[in-house]
């Protein structure tokens, strides 16, 4: 005779199959505990961290040393009891700036056959020119004006002798008169012609020195 244990096998079988799963259930469950525990209980990760540094004593920062400004030298001007020391005493070597140069030049060639004094009377009246608003503002400018000069030629200067006494006076003569080292006899005349002829515009004109072959005018 077969015995039958189909109903009790069924339910020997149900609870084994609710154990097994029950069994992989709290093993599962078990590993995520595992894991949260160990993710609540890690120390966090340690970062380095700035710390500012504070400085007990000053900081002095340097400053960039400022040039201190250029003073102009003055020369003293040399002491002379005629116009004639005073061209002796003045400097007879430096270069001589282009104005400079200019008013030498017309001194040179206009009247360095003249005294001293008609010399200076001739750098006189150009300077006196580029003071005055009808003419040139510039010592090259008055001398280089159109038909005022009879010594310059298609606006040029002639070669000057340069190894002369006459040019070394000329020089002496135009650093002086520039610097109002001497007070010339012309005052403040604005033209000049030689006596040996006499232009129109002459009489219309104030005569304030004859010296040797000159007449100055204002």
Same mark, same amino acid.
């Given at each position: =005779?077969?015995?039958?244990?189909? @109903?009790?096998?069924?339910? $020997?079988?149900?609870?084994? /199959?609710?154990?097994?799963?029950?069994?992989?259930?709290? @093993?599962?469950?078990?590993?995520?505990?595992?894991?949260?525990?160990? *993710?609540? %209980?890690?120390?966090?990760?340690? %970062?380095?961290?700035?710390?500012?540094?504070?400085?007990?004593?000053?900081?002095?920062?340097?400053?960039?040393?400022?040039?201190?400004?250029?003073?102009?030298? $003055?020369?003293?001007?040399?002491?002379?009891? !005629? /116009?004639?020391? /005073?061209?002796?005493? =003045?400097?007879?070597? @430096?270069?001589?700036?282009?104005?400079?140069?200019? /008013?030498? #030049?017309?001194?040179?060639?206009?009247?360095? #056959?003249?005294?001293?004094?008609?010399?200076?009377?001739?750098?006189?009246?150009? *300077?006196?020119?580029?003071?005055? +608003?009808?003419?040139? !503002?510039?010592?090259?400018?008055?001398?280089?004006? +159109?038909?005022?000069?009879?010594?310059?030629? @298609?606006?040029? =200067?002639?070669?000057?002798?340069?190894? %002369?006494?006459?040019?070394?006076?000329?020089?002496?003569?135009?650093?002086?008169?520039?610097? #109002?080292?001497?007070?010339?006899?012309?005052?403040?005349?604005?033209?000049?012609?030689?006596?040996?002829?006499?232009?129109?515009?002459?009489?219309?004109?104030?005569?304030?020195?004859?010296?040797?072959?000159?007449?100055?005018?204002?």
């Amino acid at each position: =005779m077969v015995r039958k244990f189909t @109903g009790f096998t069924a339910a $020997v079988a149900a609870i084994a /199959l609710t154990t097994l799963a029950g069994a992989e259930s709290s @093993g599962a469950n078990a590993q995520v505990a595992a894991q949260a525990t160990e *993710i609540a %209980t890690a120390e966090p990760e340690v %970062t380095e961290e700035v710390v500012p540094v504070f400085v007990q004593n000053e900081v002095v920062q340097e400053l960039p040393e400022e040039a201190e400004p250029e003073i102009p030298v $003055v020369e003293e001007a040399p002491r002379a009891q !005629s /116009l004639r020391e /005073l061209v002796d005493a =003045m400097p007879a070597t @430096g270069e001589l700036s282009p104005e400079l140069q200019c /008013l030498a #030049g017309a001194i040179y060639f206009e009247s360095r #056959g003249e005294p001293l004094a008609g010399q200076l009377a001739v750098a006189q009246v150009i *300077i006196n020119r580029a003071e005055d +608003r009808r003419f040139p !503002s510039s010592y090259c400018g008055v001398v280089y004006q +159109r038909a005022q000069f009879s010594f310059v030629k @298609g606006g040029r =200067m002639p070669r000057i002798r340069t190894a %002369t006494a006459a040019w070394t006076k000329a020089k002496a003569l135009a650093r002086i008169a520039h610097r #109002g080292l001497w007070e010339s006899e012309a005052g403040d005349a604005l033209f000049f012609h030689a006596k040996y002829v006499r232009p129109s515009w002459s009489r219309k004109k104030i005569a304030t020195a004859t010296i040797d072959t000159h007449i100055f005018y204002r």
